[in-house]
């Protein structure tokens, strides 16, 4: 598992890491110029079949980040931890 900062430190540790991501799990509110909306938009790009959660506490933002491509799932704010593993077994990462 690794961890990131923001969207840009996410995209370089996405770029230089040997072995590939099994998931990507970002709200869509982060720091720094892209939000969880665009990195998710971005990681897709680099890798399609990356399964992709996105969560929120706005409906509004869940809607338009679940319309992306490679979102596997959403989750909304607040959850509970047996939500958010329903949602990573639903993405395919039990």
Same mark, same amino acid.
């Given at each position: 598992m690794q961890t990131c !900062? @923001?969207? @840009?430190s996410a995209l370089v540790a996405f770029d230089s890491t040997a072995? !590939?991501?099994? /998931?990507? /799990?970002? @709200?869509?509110?982060i720091p720094g110029?892209? @939000?969880?909306?665009? *990195?998710?938009?971005l990681a897709?790009?680099?890798?399609?079949? *990356? !399964?992709i959660v996105i969560m929120s506490?706005?409906?509004?933002? /869940?809607?338009?980040?679940?319309? *992306?491509a490679g979102v596997a799932a959403t989750l909304a704010k607040p959850f509970t931890?047996?939500?958010l593993g329903a949602v990573l077994e639903l993405a395919g990462r039990p």
């Open positions: !900062p @923001d969207a @840009d072995e !590939p991501f099994e /998931l990507l /799990l970002t @709200d869509v509110s110029e892209l @939000d969880g909306i665009a *990195l998710a938009a897709s790009e680099r890798c399609p079949q *990356l !399964p506490g706005n409906a509004e933002s /869940l809607a338009r980040g679940g319309a *992306l931890l047996a939500e």
